[in-house]
């Protein structure tokens, strides 16, 4: 697919989909004429960029830990994934997400304890 096909199935712009790129997260292949074409995993792939660019690490740190984290890598080798250059700053990022997993379940739990509450009374609206 083009870089405009990806662009309109994950919602990122080609813009972002260049700079992934040139930073060395996202892999095109090039056609004879040089345009940029992505197989269908590129698909999960952008997705995933987005979901780790959204919690909060750097596209340095994803560049280091994304080849270890395909579906390819169910548990990532150390033999064939280098440690990272921050590795503090990736334990940090963890807990950060682990924190706002909790705040996440948590709220859900409110919520749903909530419209319970009011299916219980009779409420349906």
């Not at 004429?33 to 995993?41: S, V």
């Not at 960029?49 to 340095?60: D, F, N, Q, V, Y």
């Not at 830990?65 to 921050?86: F, M, S, T, Y």
């Not at 503090?88 to 948590?106: K, M, N, P, S, Y």
Request: with cysteine.
């Amino acid at each position: 697919m083009k870089i405009g096909d990806l662009a309109a199935r994950t919602g990122v712009a080609p813009r972002l989909l260049r700079y992934y790129e040139e930073v060395g997260i996202l892999h095109p292949f090039r056609s004879s004429n040089g345009y940029r074409t992505y197989g269908e995993p590129a698909v999960e792939r952008v997705l995933q960029i987005r979901e780790l660019l959204e919690a909060g690490l750097t596209t340095e740190m994803i560049r280091e830990v994304l080849p270890c984290l395909g579906p390819e890598a169910e548990r990532p080798d150390p033999g064939h994934c280098p440690a990272p250059k921050d590795l503090d700053g990736l334990r940090r990022q963890l807990a950060t997400i682990e924190r706002r997993i909790d705040v996440l379940q948590r709220n859900r739990r409110a919520i749903k304890d909530y419209l319970r509450a009011w299916a219980e009374a009779g409420v349906t609206t």
